[in-house]
C-alpha cells in the first residue's frame, strides 16, 4: 500500500508537469514550463483512497464510475487545499480567479480531466494488482 501511495504521488506529478507545460504551450510560451510543488505529492499519493471506492463500483457503468472518480477527486482536492490553508495559510494552487472556481480550492470545468483521470486510475490500479505491488 505504502509501494502504491508513492507510485501515485510519482504519476501525479508527472502528471501534472506534462499538464502544466502543455498550458504553457498553449499560451504561446515555446519553452514547455511545466511545474508542480511539493505538496502535491502527498496529495496525489492520497489517490490510494480510490481503490477501496474502485472495489465497490468497478461493475458500474463506465458514466457513473467516472462520475463517482470525479467527485472523490474534487473532494480529496477540497479537504487538502482547505488543509493547507488552514494549517500553513497557503493553498499551492488558488482558482480564486477563474471561473467556476469553489473557494478557490476547486475548478468546476477542470470536471472532463479527473474524469478522465479516475478512469486512468482504474487501469493504473489493475496494472499494479498484476504486477503485485
Not at 499560451?27 to 480510490?50: E, S, V
Request: aromatic residues 18%; charged residues 15%.
Amino acid at each position: 500500500m505504502i509501494t502504491r501511495f508513492f507510485i501515485y504521488g510519482l504519476i501525479g506529478w508527472c502528471t501534472e508537469i506534462f499538464w502544466t507545460g502543455l498550458g504553457s504551450l498553449l499560451r504561446g510560451d515555446r519553452k514547455l514550463r511545466g511545474w508542480t510543488y511539493l505538496w502535491m505529492f502527498p496529495i496525489y499519493g492520497m489517490a490510494i483512497l480510490l481503490e477501496p471506492i474502485h472495489h465497490l463500483i468497478k461493475e458500474w457503468p463506465i458514466l457513473i464510475r467516472g462520475g463517482v472518480y470525479t467527485t472523490a477527486i474534487y473532494l480529496i482536492e477540497y479537504v487538502a487545499g482547505w488543509l493547507l490553508r488552514n494549517t500553513i495559510k497557503i493553498c499551492p494552487w488558488d482558482y480564486t480567479q477563474t471561473p467556476y472556481a469553489i473557494h478557490g480550492f476547486i475548478r468546476l470545468d477542470y470536471a472532463p480531466a479527473w474524469f478522465v483521470a479516475g478512469l486512468l486510475f482504474e487501469k493504473i490500479y489493475g496494472l499494479l494488482l498484476t504486477l503485485e505491488i
